[in-house]
């Protein structure tokens, strides 16, 4: 039982953060383009403002998906669990977190491979090297394994419904 709060802080202290990322990275993408557009039309166009708001896009939709991953926001299809079972239901739900939890495992390691072999190179117009931008795929999936952890525990412990 101590393993199992432990692990719900720990997923919800990620996730605070995450949120406050989610919206600094928001802001500083309206930031950007807002500036980019100004600059645009009254001086010259800014050469770094579309890559850095790309950039910030992709950290953006990992820390937004893990954040949705955390309540179960996800697009789900529950007509067959609904027709088992209460208890069935209980282990379908396992089933399915486990199964993602495998594939949050599996894109993590690729993601932290495809960091290493990108992440010499340098982004054209920021000059930063992409292992920076790559390493948004092994940080987000990372945090979506820590949910998927924390998913199954609640569930097992009858506190499934609380998110």
Known sequence: MLLANLVHKAS????KICCKLIITILAMMVLTTSLQIVCRVFFSALSWSEELTR???????????SSVYKRNGHISVLVMQQLLSPKLQKFASIFVIILCGAFFSIATMYGMKYMGLQG???????RIPMK???MSIPIGFSIMILHSVDNVINICFGKGDEN
């Open 12 to 15: 919800d202290f990620v996730d």
């Open 55 to 65: 950039y910030l896009l992709v950290y953006l939709t990992f820390f937004g998906a």
């Open 132 to 134: 920076y931008v790559y």
């Open 120 to 126: 010499s190179q340098l982004s054209a117009a920021l």
